[in-house]
């Protein structure tokens, strides 16, 4: 680690952001598990459910779209800060929209600020995450991403519980948004106060720390902004984030499906699958950092897509339900790094790491957010299985990306990530 920050201060931002991609995990987890409760409440169809995520997936873009000019402007730390409120009044809305005053715009209104401030949130965090990443000089940014897992698992299972105890969703959603509220004060006062790219230069100044001191213009930073989305580096991370996302999405949404369809098997062996893939997933993201470190970037992710293109193939074609399970694990393993690697690359040159981490996971999350509800499109006229086969092209097309990873010339890496 540099001698930028002490340690103390690097171990409370450290874990700060910690907290802050676990509250994120819990806040989504908190309104997914409530879906059921919520389309009861307001007595409404998959119709106005789809619309109303869509609502939310187009403020999911917006603010990750967003959020590289939120960040040139307020910086990281009051950026944070910020949207953590924004995602939190809409949870709010939401559950109060659904469960008090069973009001179908409110729902709409709330998923809104909900998806927007978590799309700027996912940049910002991935921001500080990689900074973090470049002062612990080893690949920590999988962890980050574990921590989201396990506050989606802390999420779902808090909204079992809520549901089995006919908790309504507005106390439910109301007290996790009270919750995270507090998390984020807490957290947030555990941040540097500094900029990212000043908290990360260990050899003097950055061109982003002088510009910061420049004062540039809102022209300039607009500008700046903008910029990652004419390198052609930003497309070819784009393709790994993509790919990686597909297979995440797709499995979330159509693993269970397909074990129903593909064996005969029980709804619960097809939760009992998913569950396999998301276990495999998590545990590469909490213990893959010493392994990128390891190996270097390009080639953890090219034996990932191996095995993630392995395990695809197995689910559709094993013959007897043990398979079947072998290939979810292999397809949770194999999606596990795509998405925070292609995140850390990204953010390679501090001074550039706002506007380029926001191009590159605004192309993933367009592809996690979009591709399962094109996949069931398709899955309509060829069978779910054969769907299947479309994120097998899109693993190996991560995998022959993966290139694009290895950082770039003079980029504070750890010792393994080449």
Request: glycine share 12%; hydrophobic share 55%.
């Amino acid at each position: 680690m540099t001698d930028v920050i002490s340690r103390s201060v690097y171990l409370r931002w450290r874990n700060a952001v910690f907290a802050i991609f676990a509250a994120s995990g819990l806040s989504i987890a908190t309104w997914a598990a409530r879906v059921p409760s919520i389309k009861a409440d307001l007595g409404i169809e998959n119709r106005e459910i789809g619309l109303a995520l869509l609502a939310m997936g187009i403020a999911s873009i917006l603010g990750l779209s967003a959020s590289s000019v939120v960040i040139a402007r307020f910086g990281t730390r009051s950026g944070m800060f910020a949207v953590l409120i924004v995602l939190s009044i809409g949870l709010a809305i939401l559950g109060l929209g659904s469960g008090l005053f069973h009001f179908y715009a409110m729902l709409v209104v709330g998923l809104a600020l909900f998806g927007f401030g978590n799309g700027c949130l996912d940049v910002m965090m991935n921001v500080d995450g990689a900074a973090i990443e470049t002062q612990s000089g080893k690949t920590i940014l999988p962890l980050f991403h574990a921590f989201f897992s396990f506050g989606t698992v802390i999420g779902a299972g808090v909204g079992a519980i809520a549901a089995g105890l006919r908790i309504g969703v507005a106390i439910h959603a109301v007290s996790i948004a009270a919750l995270i509220v507090v998390l984020a004060v807490v957290a947030i006062a555990n941040v540097p106060r500094r900029s990212v790219t000043d908290a990360v230069a260990a050899d003097g100044p950055t061109p982003a720390a002088a510009a910061e001191a420049a004062k540039p213009g809102w022209r300039e930073r607009v500008a700046v902004s903008l910029s990652a989305w004419r390198e052609p580096r930003t497309y070819t991370l784009g393709i790994i984030m993509l790919g990686m996302a597909f297979a995440e999405g797709g499995a979330n949404d159509w693993l269970a499906l397909g074990v129903v369809e593909h064996e005969g098997g029980s709804a619960t062996l097809g939760a009992a699958a998913l569950t396999v893939f998301s276990i495999s997933m998590t545990v590469v993201r909490v213990f893959g950092g010493p392994l990128v470190d390891r190996f270097g970037r390009v080639a953890t992710l090219r034996v990932l897509a191996v095995a993630a293109t392995a395990g695809i193939l197995l689910f559709i074609l094993a013959p007897n339900l043990p398979l079947v399970f072998v290939g979810a694990a292999l397809w949770g393993i194999g999606a596990s790094l795509g998405f925070p690697l292609g995140m850390s690359a990204a953010a390679d040159d501090p001074a550039r790491a706002a506007a380029r981490v926001s191009a590159a996971a605004t192309i993933g999350y367009v592809a996690f957010l979009c591709g399962p509800p094109i996949l069931g499109f398709i899955s309509d006229h060829i069978g779910l299985l054969n769907t299947l086969y479309i994120l097998v092209v899109l693993v190996a097309a991560s995998g022959l990306a993966s290139s694009a990873a290895k950082p770039l010339p003079g980029a504070k890496v750890g010792a393994g990530r080449h």
